[in-house]
Nanobody
């Protein structure tokens, strides 16, 4: 069974940092572009960053640029996202998802694997 498993979410104070992990199970991530998405209560799902399979190129939405860093370690079959300077509006369930592609970002219509999500709460 192909699946992604997120971890690393939790409660953090405003201005704090977290590192989320997205580990592949049942397949290798080498040829998958991986995207991180988030969904806050009452809001639509938002794609915030992604990393290509081919050369590790990255993309960040304007809302997280400068605060989030995405990276991948294919030897560990894992993609990471380091988040810093978190704000209350960053609170959401964060998901990773992937598509077998050489593109920079996976295409929402063609996502093949999803994680179950990890909750990030930003509150004092």
């Amino acid at each position: 069974q192909l699946q992604l498993v997120e971890s690393g979410g939790g409660l953090v104070q405003p201005g704090g940092s977290l590192r989320l992990s997205c580990a592949a199970s049942g397949f290798t991530l080498d040829y998958y572009a991986i995207g991180w998405f988030r969904q806050a209560p009452g809001k639509e799902r938002e794609g915030v960053s992604c990393i290509s399979s081919s050369d590790g190129s990255t993309y960040y939405a304007d809302s997280v640029k400068g605060m989030f860093t995405i990276s991948r370690d294919n030897a560990k079959n894992t993609v990471y996202r380091q988040m810093k300077s978190l704000k209350p509006e960053d609170a959401a369930v964060y998901y990773c998802a992937g598509e077998w592609t050489g593109r920079l970002c996976p295409r929402p219509r063609y996502l093949e694997v999803w994680g179950q999500g990890t909750l990030v709460t930003v509150s004092s």
